[in-house]
């Protein structure tokens, strides 16, 4: 159920009732602008990811500065950025069972719309439901870079698997799907170089191999918000597809510059906005935001610009703080802002981003997309 705004446009910060989930729009705006101009002089593509944010709003903000497109994991998220008029989509995933491949070639006549595959059932699905709808599917084959989660083998097996596609006459051979996510959190960048490289030469050879069989491969997509400044160096991906970069969150910013400091390539944006409800003991409060207001799948959340506190512990209605001393600790309903620890899933537990600017509240834009797995 849809629940109210937790507050109104033109309110002050501190009438936001809590949990809230809230965007600051300068640090937001920002870490649009750098991811665009970083990739500018590349010639690398920003396809953003939707998973992140779950939003039209946002993604319209990222296509307005140069964005081609916006890729999704779901089959409902593809449907409510359609629906929102986001023209371009990539399902950067596999997607198995006939009536969701119905739901997607359905899209086809509103957006266009692409899935990846990575064996040849998947591909013989998907070209029945286009057939069933009336439409050509693009499909780009996934290849694994080293991940080990879902792709086929680089090289011979992914050509196979894209001369299948180019053979259907319900499809379209749209490239190779390339994207390493167990990078994107090495600490260090000589580790994320690394694994990169070697998902770069994978792609490169498989490029190569599709050309010898006549295939041109317009798409390699992959890189997130961890590793996308070396897959745009690497001459081979033509698509990046970051998502978290709009927000960051605590966990993103554990990785490591060359320096050995915290990478500050973008802002924190995001924040849970969360009120001490309970002030048991000195030095210790309790906030109203546990495990139903903030993911800890990636660490527990950081208390904004307050280094003396932390949230050391989660409960499914409260977060516990500790305070470096007994006068530090934050009084009774006081408001206090957390980075989260993974911003994909935090966000997919509220209803409503809350803009603010200079202290007050700017906007209000709905989480259109949150729960939508199927």
Not at 26 to 39: K, P, S, V
Not at 263 to 290: C, E, I, N, Y
């Amino acid at each position: 159920m849809l629940q109210p705004p937790p507050a109104e446009p033109g309110a002050p910060e501190a009438e936001i009732d809590t949990p809230a989930l809230i965007l600051d729009l300068d640090a937001f705006e920002a870490n649009l602008d750098r991811m665009a101009a970083l990739l500018a002089p590349t010639g690398t593509k920003l396809r953003a990811h939707a998973k992140t944010h779950k939003s039209p709003v946002i993604a319209r903000l990222q296509m307005a500065r140069g964005a081609i497109g916006q890729c999704v994991q779901k089959v409902a998220e593809a449907e409510v950025l359609a629906w929102g008029g986001i023209p371009d989509i990539l399902v950067s995933n596999e997607v198995v069972g006939a009536r969701k491949l119905a739901r997607l070639a359905a899209l086809a006549g509103i957006a266009k719309v692409a899935v990846c595959a990575d064996d040849a059932p998947q591909i013989d699905a998907i070209a029945a439901a286009a057939e069933a709808a009336g439409v050509r599917l693009p499909v780009l084959v996934e290849i694994d870079t080293g991940a080990g989660r879902c792709g086929v083998a680089p090289g011979p097996d992914a050509v196979a698997l894209a001369r299948r596609i180019a053979a259907s006459k319900h499809l379209i051979f749209g490239g190779l799907q390339a994207y390493h996510g167990s990078a994107q959190h090495k600490r260090t960048p000589a580790e994320r170089q690394a694994l990169i490289a070697g998902a770069a030469e994978g792609a490169r050879r498989t490029v190569e191999q599709l050309r010898q069989q006549g295939l041109d491969c317009p798409i390699v997509g992959g890189g997130g918000t961890g590793s996308f400044e070396f897959e745009a160096g690497s001459g081979v991906f033509t698509e990046i597809q970051a998502g978290s970069y709009a927000f960051m969150d605590a966990d993103y910013a554990r990785n490591l510059d060359a320096a050995g400091q915290p990478v500050s390539t973008f802002r924190h944006a995001l924040f849970v906005l969360a009120t001490v409800m309970s002030a048991p003991r000195p030095g210790v409060a309790v906030l109203d935001a546990g495990h139903k207001a903030v993911a800890v799948d990636s660490g527990l959340p950081v208390v904004w610009q307050r280094p003396e506190l932390r949230y050391v512990s989660a409960s499914d209605e409260h977060g516990k703080l500790e305070a470096g001393s007994e006068t530090a600790a934050p009084k009774l309903g006081e408001k206090l802002r957390l980075v989260p620890g993974h911003c994909d899933p935090t966000v997919d537990r509220y209803d409503w981003y809350v803009g603010v600017r200079g202290g007050r509240v700017a906007c209000l834009w709905p989480v259109a997309a949150r729960g939508a797995m199927a």
